[in-house]
Every structure is written in C-alpha cells, then in structure tokens.
C-alpha cells in the first residue's frame, strides 16, 4: 500500500478502485496516482499531470482527437471485460457449511499446530469442538474429488476452482492451521489461515482467507463476521445465546474472540479486521433483533499508538450508538496489544 506500505492492498481492475485492508486508504484511479507519486495535488490536478505524461497535453484541442481517445478507451475496456475470468454464484450458507464441514473431515490437525492452539490457552476440548485444521500441502486435485464424491458441491465454494485442465482444485496457500469461521446461525462460512511464522516474509500479512477469487470458476469468500459464543435453536435456525446482561463483546480477528470466549464463556464477535464498517453495520442490525442491548468494543489496544485503529475505532463508536446500542469500551494494560494476549 503507498499509504501505510504494508502488503495488505487490493485492486480492482474492472471496477477501477483501490482498497487497503490495513490503514483503510481507498478510492479511485486518481487517489491512488497521488498516493503512488507521494504528491500534494488535488484530483483535477491529478488528471492533468496523467494526461500530459500520456498524451503530451492536458486537454484535447479537437472534438477530433477527444473521439479519437474515447474510441481507444472504450477498446480498452472492451477487452479488459472480455478477458474478464468467469466467477461461480456463491453457494447459500447451509450448501457453504456442508462442503466446508466435510473439508475439515479429510483434513488433520498437526502437532505442531495443535502445541500452538494450546499455547494460546485453548483446551483440548475446544480446539477439538472448534475443529481447527492443518491447511494441507498437498493432494490439491484429491480433496475436491473426495468431496464430490459425497454429493456436496465444491462449485460456488470460496477456495476452489478449475485449473487448466478443467479439473477442480483447491488453492494453494502457505502452510498454517485454518480457523472456521462461523456466521449468526452457527454454520461455517469460510476459513481464516494463520500462516506459518517461518514462512513470512517482511511485512507480510500472518492471516489469510481460503479464498479462489480470481481464478477460473472460483469465488470470493462472503461476509466474514465472526462468532465465538453458545447458539439456541430457534424457529428453525441457531441464533446467538443472550448473555445475563444482554452483552457481546466485539473484536478483530476470529481466533482472538475464540480464545476469549473459550476463558470466559462471554459471547463475542469479530470482524475481519477494524476498517470492516459495512459489515459490522448489517451485523448490529441483527444482533438488536435477536435482544442484545450493550456491546463491549475490545478492539486492540493499539489504538493509543496506531493514528489509523483510533479512527476506525471513533467511527466504530459512533456506529453502535447510532443503532442505539449502550456502548462501553473494554480496557487493559497496554503491553498486551489484543484481548486474547490479556486473558
């Protein structure tokens, strides 16, 4: 990312925008020009320095040539669409939960990974209920072919797609343990991988989502709200148990609100990561339908040094009182950046 410069930036092609995951730094082509070239210019400025470095000049002296680079921009998005990788329809979340559940059937847990899980203060019996997986590193081709042959589908299924040869693959990812991650109705939408340490690289990202966005038939991974809590079975779908006080705790990150809920047995949900507005939005919706009053931001404590987490925790702020939430911040010493580093 120009802005923040860690490897967590997303661009759109088709869509011709820009967003970082990190620092929450978006926008359009030219924000992004300004940020890349480091400069103080405003947009109109922007657009005049891009079409001197492309033309030689900052307007068209003729309707002539302006038709001229119209013509040549329509042909360039024309070919930008047809070149346009074919997507799957995301499957619904009780097909998602299916195949997904029968992915971690074939998979293992590692030693080494388990060692991990219980150093961070999970139980056997929970690491065993939350069904944390080795991602494999291997038999690609072998795992859709097995889950196929179970009647589920892997088409519409974030994490697959087909190769080359037509044939349906699981994608590829560094080493680590996959983190399920549940939706309000306790059912498993998609996964979270921690990477390995020993295989970052400088400022890469430790966490990943099992996502085949992009390639041939693939898809990208759906609303990634995570919940840790106990689930009642109510007209016909699991929702979230109220706590004694009619509380839930928010955080970033869903191994985090996993281990919190693991200690202290206190509902929680996480999101993806603190620049996530939209989908917390639609989430506290829900959360005000099914009875909860006060929500307990325990985003991390690096919002007292991290200018980027103090806004988003400001804007998260004014997000749970403008849906009429009692809202209180959850405080503790700031050596230990997040929740789960406390407990």
């Known amino acids: 990312c120009p802005a923040c410069g860690k490897r967590s930036l997303s661009i759109s092609i088709e869509k011709n925008n820009f967003n970082c995951f990190s620092c929450d730094a978006h926008g359009g082509v030219l924000q992004l020009y300004v940020l890349c070239e480091n400069a103080n210019m405003t947009l109109s400025e922007a657009r005049k320095e891009i079409m001197e470095r492309l033309y030689g000049h900052t307007s068209f002296d003729t309707e002539e040539k302006k038709r001229e680079y119209q013509k040549r921009l329509d042909e360039k998005r024309r070919k930008i669409k047809e070149s346009e990788i074919p997507q799957s329809k995301l499957r619904n979340e009780v097909e998602l939960d299916a195949t997904n559940n029968e992915l971690l059937n074939i998979l293992t847990l590692s030693n080494d990974h388990y060692e991990d899980l219980t150093k961070r203060g999970l139980s056997d019996s929970v690491i065993k209920a939350r069904k944390y997986r080795t991602y494999p590193i291997s038999s690609y081709q072998e795992i859709p072919l097995k889950i196929m042959e179970e009647g589920l589908y892997v088409d519409g299924i974030p994490g697959f797609f087909r190769n080359k040869d037509g044939k349906w693959e699981l994608a590829q990812f560094k080493r680590g343990f996959?983190?399920?991650?549940?939706?309000?109705?306790?059912?498993?939408?998609?996964?979270?991988?921690?990477?390995?340490?020993?295989?970052?690289?400088?400022?890469?990202?430790?966490?990943?989502?099992?996502?085949?966005?992009?390639?041939?038939?693939?898809?990208?991974?759906?609303?990634?709200?995570?919940?840790?809590?106990?689930?009642?079975?109510?007209?016909?779908?699991?929702?979230?148990?109220?706590?004694?006080?009619?509380?839930?705790?928010?955080?970033?990150?869903?191994?985090?609100?996993?281990?919190?809920?693991?200690?202290?047995?206190?509902?929680?949900?996480?999101?993806?990561?603190?620049?996530?507005?939209?989908?917390?939005?639609?989430?506290?919706?829900?959360?005000?339908?099914?009875?909860?009053?006060?929500?307990?931001?325990?985003?991390?404590?690096?919002?007292?040094t991290n200018e980027n987490v103090f806004r988003m925790l400001k804007k998260s702020y004014e997000l749970i009182i403008q849906k009429g939430f009692t809202l209180k911040r959850l405080v503790w010493d700031e050596k230990d950046k997040g929740l789960d580093d406390h407990y």
């Open 178 to 304: 996959m983190i399920p991650i549940i939706n309000r109705h306790n059912l498993i939408g998609g996964f979270q991988i921690r990477k390995d340490n020993s295989l970052l690289e400088k400022d890469e990202k430790k966490f990943t989502w099992l996502s085949s966005r992009g390639r041939k038939d693939g898809v990208a991974v759906p609303g990634s709200i995570h919940y840790a809590c106990d689930f009642l079975f109510k007209d016909g779908v699991y929702v979230p148990k109220l706590s004694h006080d009619k509380g839930i705790v928010l955080t970033e990150g869903p191994l985090k609100a996993d281990i919190f809920f693991s200690i202290t047995k206190y509902p929680v949900i996480a999101v993806p990561g603190v620049s996530c507005q939209n989908q917390l939005d639609k989430e506290l919706d829900f959360l005000k339908e099914v009875g909860f009053e006060t929500i307990y931001n325990a985003y991390d404590m690096d919002y007292l």
